[in-house]
């Protein structure tokens, strides 16, 4: 109770933090683990990718425990799944966790990877020349360091090559409810596309983001943040083992979310 109204004073949040002895000792623990495991992925769909340099945009010890976003594991594996040619367009690449995991995951198709910020497009194009042999040469990965406006930015480029399947993801930090027009819902609507966006700040547009896909026939299904059970699902260890390692796992799991934040998972079936 103490903590929680401590951390409602605005400005104490890290006051609090650096009284706190486990801040140090979880900082201790993943300086440790970094230098062992060579900042590579342990666990998840991306497991072996390497990110050699840390994101701008978040935290990078869920990535490497491969607990970062795994709400979403289901999907992208399930999308992945088949032997068909894919378009992905990753809008807000950063660090390219994404780009090159579904690289890897993909059979065969492209990748576009929007990023705006030039630090995070310089990791971006590092972490893809790291993991070269990660993925093999039948995907073509495409940095764009720029903003996605529009549908018309796509077009030209899914006029030009023959793809069965498309998924866009966005990450764009509030930005998707000024991408998604209603003339960019329906360009999209018709497409075989599976689209996934993560939602910040606003839930009132969120809402007419919802109603906007749905009124172009997208199948529509929302996914709130969840806290993993990472730990005991993934390794087999004894209770002391468990309880000693917990004391940093919320700290080393954290990917310090906005209050407001989900997923929203929108499908036209073709």
Request: glycine content about 6%; some cysteine; proline content about 2%.
């Amino acid at each position: 109770m103490i903590k929680k109204i401590i951390y409602k004073i605005s400005g104490v949040e890290s006051i609090y933090e650096s009284l706190n002895p486990i801040f140090y000792l979880s900082k201790l623990f993943t300086k440790i683990f970094v230098k062992i495991n060579g900042k590579k992925i342990i666990n998840g769909p991306f497991t072996g990718m390497q990110l050699k340099h840390s994101s701008r945009g978040s935290e990078y010890m869920p990535k490497y425990l491969g607990t970062y976003e795994s709400e979403l594991y289901e999907t992208i594996i399930s999308f992945c799944s088949d032997d068909k040619n894919k378009l992905i367009v990753d809008i807000g690449a950063d660090d390219g966790y994404y780009t090159i995991g579904i690289a890897k995951l993909i059979n065969k198709g492209t990748i576009l990877s929007y990023e705006l910020n030039s630090e995070s497009c310089i990791q971006l194009k590092r972490n893809i020349d790291l993991n070269r042999n990660f993925f093999n040469n039948q995907k073509k990965i495409e940095v764009i360091n720029k903003k996605l406006n529009d549908y018309g930015d796509l077009k030209q480029f899914l006029k030009n090559n023959d793809f069965n399947s498309i998924l866009v993801k966005v990450d764009i930090e509030g930005g998707e409810y000024e991408l998604f027009t209603d003339d960019f819902v329906k360009s999209l609507s018709a497409l075989p596309v599976m689209i996934i966006i993560e939602t910040h700040f606003d839930p009132n547009a969120e809402l007419k983001l919802i109603k906007r896909l749905k009124s172009f026939g997208f199948e529509v299904n929302v996914i709130d943040k969840v806290m993993q059970k990472f730990l005991s699902k993934t390794f087999n260890l004894n209770f002391i083992s468990k309880s000693i390692l917990s004391l940093f796992w919320l700290r080393w799991t954290s990917e310090h979310r906005p209050k407001y934040n989900r997923w929203i998972i929108a499908k036209i079936n073709k």
